[in-house]
């Protein structure tokens, strides 16, 4: 990789913990999510207590023009799968199954030296270009058009992230009037003369990505940006009054501008823009000296970053005596440690190298499950979020040439997909916990020890469809737990589905040889009543969905 890694910042930095944290003492030990017992947990549920109606949106996922995610992930003309577009069908008709709501295109870090326009009209008169962000040659063969074309295909909403790097305000609104104006000016009559009459109605736009890290092509201070995404943003609005504006936020806790970047950002910002977004990836090496146990409680550091963010807009609006409120986009987030240095970040010039193609195993499949039990809890607020990425790039799909198997980590996010619906239940969970101590993230606090609940419950009732579903994090890696589901004012009929992501082995991977190394089985459901006991293996991530009468 030519331009400075995420990774080289981070390990050449001391981290301060001078942040708006600091200053803020209330921000602290925001993140609990359970009341510690001693006894058994016990989950008391009342469907009339609900934190949000969900914006399915929190469960949306990300392409990015990098490594084989574009190129042999969704699109490969040459393949055996390919249908007259060049999709791959084996992989479309894999999306199109799980329900992914919206997909973030095309970067990341990819976008900030992206020239839209290299990616649209005949594909033969398209460039091939060097990409600075990961070293790799652009063909463009795929570009906006087939982006949005693909996202009809497989059911989902495009979020469209935009060149703030090398890219202006002016390149910016362009591609807006290439994609929502229907017709008679420059860039509308364009995309009409490439054969898409019908304007593609892109609602979700990010303002830039990690413009905070010195990593980023075109990175610039905080104010400078906030004033380049309000021009920008005024210069959108006016051109298009639905679309939906998302500054960009910090790159995560580890950057020393981390808050301070939010806050001066939306200072400038602040009324022009409808979200801010936050990142995150989590691993289990450094960041935990490799204690699993520490590992599993991390979702609690995603907690802790999305009321600490909240914070800040709260503070900025608060000062601005402002109306609104902003909500959060969540846009990167996953668990991403292994591919992420040498050869796994340098293309090489390559067209489509194999990059980032982390394999993921179980207990990475369990600290998944952790977050997206963090996004329904917060979905108050988190309005979107993608799993970063989809196909290939830190997956939970890889593809070869003769097909596609299904990493660990695809299962929860399954699950949320298919029974995450209707309104976030907000309940009163008590848990037994055990201690952990920090080890390198986050820095500032590195030795402390940490109180984390055994259980992490997270629900969701459809009133239409009269389900509730309940998402249990076990935590204990040597005992299987019990926990009572107590219900309030109705009592569940039946038992839909009970099932179970566990293993003796916590490094057991899938792969091309051994696709279903880990996969669900059914769990012995509970009995029915006002009080049930469910009994969670050790070290395992369940899904109980529950009729209602
Ligand atoms: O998702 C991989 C990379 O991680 C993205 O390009 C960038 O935004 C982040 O640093």
């Known amino acids: 990789m030519n331009c400075f890694s995420r990774r080289q910042f981070l390990s050449g930095t001391v981290i301060a913990g001078a942040s708006l944290a600091a200053r803020f003492p209330w921000l602290a030990n925001s993140t609990e999510t359970a009341q510690e017992s001693a006894g058994p947990a016990r989950v008391v549920i009342d469907p009339d207590r609900c934190i949000s109606t969900l914006d399915r949106n929190i469960f949306g996922s990300f392409i990015e023009h990098l490594g084989r995610a574009v190129y042999e992930g969704i699109y490969e003309p040459g393949s055996k799968f390919a249908d007259s577009n060049g999709f791959r069908t084996d992989v479309l008709k894999e999306i199109k199954s799980l329900g992914v709501p919206i997909i973030r295109y095309p970067g990341g870090n990819f976008v900030s030296g992206y020239n839209w326009l290299d990616g649209v009209g005949p594909k033969k008169d398209r460039p091939r270009v060097l990409d600075r962000a990961w070293d790799t040659t652009e063909t463009n063969q795929f570009g906006i058009n087939e982006y949005v074309t693909w996202c009809h295909a497989v059911g989902a909403e495009p979020l469209i992230g935009t060149n703030f790097g090398t890219g202006t305000p002016e390149t910016t609104v362009a591609l807006l009037e290439y994609c929502n104006v229907d017709k008679g000016t420059k860039w509308s009559d364009l995309r009409r003369s490439h054969g898409y009459e019908k304007p593609h109605a892109i609602k979700y736009w990010c303002l830039g990505n990690e413009m905070d890290g010195p990593w980023q092509i075109g990175h610039i201070p905080a104010i400078q940006y906030g004033i380049k995404a309000r021009d920008a943003a005024r210069q959108m609005r006016e051109m298009d009054h639905s679309v939906k504006l998302i500054a960009c936020g910090s790159s995560g806790p580890f950057m020393p501008t981390y808050l301070e970047w939010d806050q001066q950002t939306l200072e400038q910002c602040y009324e022009e823009v409808d979200a801010i977004s936050l990142h995150r990836y989590f691993g289990n090496a450094e960041e935990t000296e490799g204690n699993t146990a520490r590992y599993l409680s991390m979702n609690l550091d995603m907690d802790r970053q999305i009321h600490e963010i909240m914070a800040v807009c709260e503070v900025v609006g608060g000062r601005m005596k402002s109306n609104k409120t902003l909500w959060l986009s969540f846009d990167e987030w996953n668990v991403w440690y292994r591919a992420r240095s040498g050869t796994a970040v340098d293309g090489q010039r390559k067209v489509a190298p194999h990059l980032l193609e982390e394999i993921y195993n179980l207990e990475d499949a369990l600290v998944v499950g952790g977050l997206l039990n963090t996004l329904i809890r917060r979905s108050d607020r988190v309005r979107v979020a993608c799993l970063a990425q989809l196909v290939n790039v830190i997956a939970p799909i890889m593809t070869n040439q003769n097909g596609l198997f299904r990493q660990t980590i695809y299962y929860p996010y399954a699950w949320a997909l298919q029974y995450a619906r209707g309104k976030a239940l907000e309940f009163a969970v008590t848990s037994p916990a055990y201690e952990v101590t920090i080890a390198?993230?986050?820095?500032?606090?590195?030795?402390?020890?940490?109180?984390?609940?055994?259980?992490?419950?997270?629900?969701?009732?459809?009133?239409?469809?009269?389900?509730?579903?309940?998402?249990?994090?076990?935590?204990?890696?040597?005992?299987?737990?019990?926990?009572?589901?107590?219900?309030?004012?109705?009592?569940?009929?039946?038992?839909?589905?009970?099932?179970?992501?566990?293993?003796?082995?916590?490094?057991?991977?899938?792969?091309?040889?051994?696709?279903?190394?880990?996969?669900?089985?059914?769990?012995?459901?509970?009995?029915l009543g006002s009080k049930m006991a469910l009994q969670l293996p050790a070290r395992s991530y369940v899904l109980l969905n529950l009729g209602l009468a």
């Not at 109180?451 to 239409?464: K, N, Q, R």
């Not at 309940?470 to 219900?487: G, H, M």
């Not at 082995?505 to 459901?525: I, Q, T, W, Y």
């Open 440 to 527: 390198g993230q986050p820095a500032a606090r590195s030795h402390e020890s940490m109180s984390v609940p055994y259980l992490d419950v997270a629900g969701t009732i459809d009133v239409e469809n009269k389900t509730v579903s309940l998402f249990i994090l076990n935590r204990d890696l040597e005992k299987a737990r019990d926990l009572e589901l107590v219900w309030h004012e109705s009592t569940p009929t039946r038992v839909n589905t009970c099932q179970v992501l566990t293993g003796s082995d916590l490094k057991a991977e899938n792969g091309f040889d051994a696709p279903d190394r880990v996969v669900p089985k059914s769990l012995d459901p509970p009995q």
